[in-house]
Every structure is written in C-alpha cells, then in structure tokens.
T-cell receptor, first 116, second 110 residues
Framework: GAGVSQSPRYKVAKRGQDVALRCDPI?????LFWYQQALGQGPEFLTY????????KSGLPSDRFFAERPEGSVSTLKIQRTQQEDSAVYLC??????????????FGEGSWLTVV | RKEVEQDPGPFNVPEGATVAFNCTYS??????FFWYRQDCRKEPKLLMS???SGNEDGRFTAQLNRASQYISLLIRDSKLSDSATYLC???????????FGTGTQLKVEL
C-alpha cells in the first residue's frame, strides 16, 4: 500500500510476555520514528532511525524496549517482559526527509497493545 | 510540566459555532509548530502548519506568538465532521522529533 503499515493492529499480551511490533514505512522513506500514545494522552517520542542507524533512542522508557531497522526499511519494536503500564498504542511514522519535520511525516494506524 | 500544554476539553459546540483552542510550549528552542487532527482510534494527521504571520486554510486559522510561546487554532462555522481531537505539536530540530500536547477534544453537535 501507499501508507505506513503496522502489524499487528491489536495485540493482547499477558504480563511478562515478550511482544514484537512491525512497521513497514512508505517505500523510500529515509526517516522512521516510533511513538507511544497512552489513553487520553498525545503521542510521545520513543526512537528515531535514519536509514538503518538508530540516531536517537532517548524516549525508550526502559531497557525492556528495543527497536531495530536492520536494512533501512522495515522496523521492529520489541518489548520484553511486558508490564501493564506498557498498554498503549504504538505509532510508527516515516518521512522521506532526513528530518522528521512536522509537515512531511506520515503516521501508521498504530499497534494497540493491551497487557493483562 | 509538559513541554506542550493544551486544555483537554471536551469542547461541546453547536454546528456553525466558532471555537478556539490554545496551546503553550515551554521549549524556546522549538522551531516549528503544527496542528494535527486525530479521529477516534485513528492515526494523527497534519491539519496545518503554524506561522508567526498566521496561516489560514478555509475555515481554519492558526497563529503563533513566539514572545508568549503561545499557539492558537480557530475553527469557524463548525461542522459535525470537525469532531475530533486536535493535537498541538512542536518540532525541535536538534532532537529531530515532534513533541505533542495531550490534545483537545472537540464535539460538534446538531
């Protein structure tokens, strides 16, 4: 498709389970971002890739969170030993620019994670 | 204190009303500002950019006051289809990331 594609759209995980969320950015887009959106809140930055290089991971909340983009296209966000506070929508976004300028970034529909 | 602050609402207005949303930001290094719209259970989508000179797009007008670190969005002649959450967003080039407010919920009613 033409947009940012994320899978799974919905995931229910038992506390302590590991999860992996996938993002397919728009073809040719250089920059890829992950954001976390808790219920009733705005999205919060997690991490940023330029091609395969992870240039900023300052928003990852703990060392249980890990992201990769090994070939500079598809990205995976992995959460180990999930906790209830990890329940949120995980939004992936991409931009053809080397920067995530607000008017050139496109979001996927998100992966809805519920930890029970 | 959050870097970008908005009144969460909800704002319940009748169709045809004019409604204004305000937003303040605390990081003076923020370079650019935007309003995004987010429908229920959907992704955020760019509504418009915000310039110091003001920016108008049809029924929507956005304004930036850098001295006061204040951003506004005005919606005239509200439509039912305007019902959504409006997110105020600041872009900081050095960090290359967008900082979102919590969003202001708008409900336009018959």
């Amino acid at each position: 498709g033409a947009g940012v594609s994320q899978s799974p759209r919905y995931k229910v995980a038992k506390r302590g389970q590991d999860v992996a969320l996938r993002c397919d950015p728009i073809s040719g887009h250089v920059s890829l971002f992950w954001y976390q959106q808790a219920l009733g809140q705005g999205p919060e930055f997690l991490t940023y890739f330029q091609n395969e290089a992870q240039l900023d991971k300052s928003g990852l909340p703990s060392d249980r969170f890990f992201a990769e983009r090994p070939e500079g296209s598809v990205s995976t966000l992995k959460i180990q030993r999930t906790q209830q506070e990890d329940s949120a929508v995980y939004l992936c976004a991409s931009s053809k620019e080397g920067r995530g300028f607000g008017n050139t970034i496109y979001f996927g529909e998100g992966s809805w994670l519920t930890v029970v | 204190r959050k870097e970008v602050e908005q009144d969460p609402g909800p704002f319940n207005v009748p169709e045809g009303a004019t409604v204004a949303f305000n937003c303040t930001y605390s990081n003076s290094a923020s370079q650019s500002f935007f309003w995004y719209r987010q429908d229920c259970r959907k992704e955020p989508k760019l509504l418009m950019s915000v310039y110091s000179s003001g920016n108008e797009d049809g029924r929507f007008t956005a304004q930036l006051n850098r001295a006061s670190q204040y951003i506004s969005l005005l919606i005239r002649d509200s439509k039912l289809s305007d019902s959504a959450t409006y997110l105020c967003v600041a872009y900081t080039g050095g960090g290359n990331k967008l900082t979102f407010g919590t969003g202001t919920q708008l409900k336009v009613e018959l």
